[in-house]
Nanobody
């Protein structure tokens, strides 16, 4: 079992920045950030392959968000800059050991095809006001 605990959410104005963190009991094949707007499905935002640190982003996140890993502390981070009201959502840290699931999640970034990953945190809310 993999435990994931997110932190760092909050309220921010348009154009501001927020850094989310996810404390993981262990790093798996891939780690991802997924968001969900109330009443809508989950959308993969960014994903990292932990062995290579290779990253991928949804189009909506490219150039604004950065996913990174801190191997010494088993922490996954998401630096979010130039925030927009449409970034308002619950942000979840997710993980999976299986390369096939990680590949599928990477391909589904930015779509309404929810990432089928095995492990999930409880989420942290980011609210961007205009």
């Amino acid at each position: 079992q993999v435990q994931l605990v997110e932190s760092g959410g909050g309220s921010v104005q348009t154009g501001g920045s927020v850094t989310l963190s996810c404390a993981a009991s262990i790093f798996t094949e891939c780690m991802a950030w997924v968001r969900q707007v109330p009443g809508k499905g989950r959308e993969g935002v960014a994903i990292i392959t932990t062995m290579t640190a290779a990253t991928s982003y949804a189009d909506s996140a490219k150039g604004r968000f950065t996913i990174s890993q801190d191997n010494a502390n088993n922490t996954l981070n998401l630096q979010m800059n130039e925030l927009k009201p449409e970034d308002t959502a619950m942000y979840y840290c997710a993980a999976d050991r299986r390369p096939s699931k990680c590949l599928a999640a990477r391909r589904a970034l930015g779509t309404m095809d929810p990432p089928d990953l095995a492990y999930w945190g409880q989420g942290t809310l980011v609210a961007v006001s205009s």
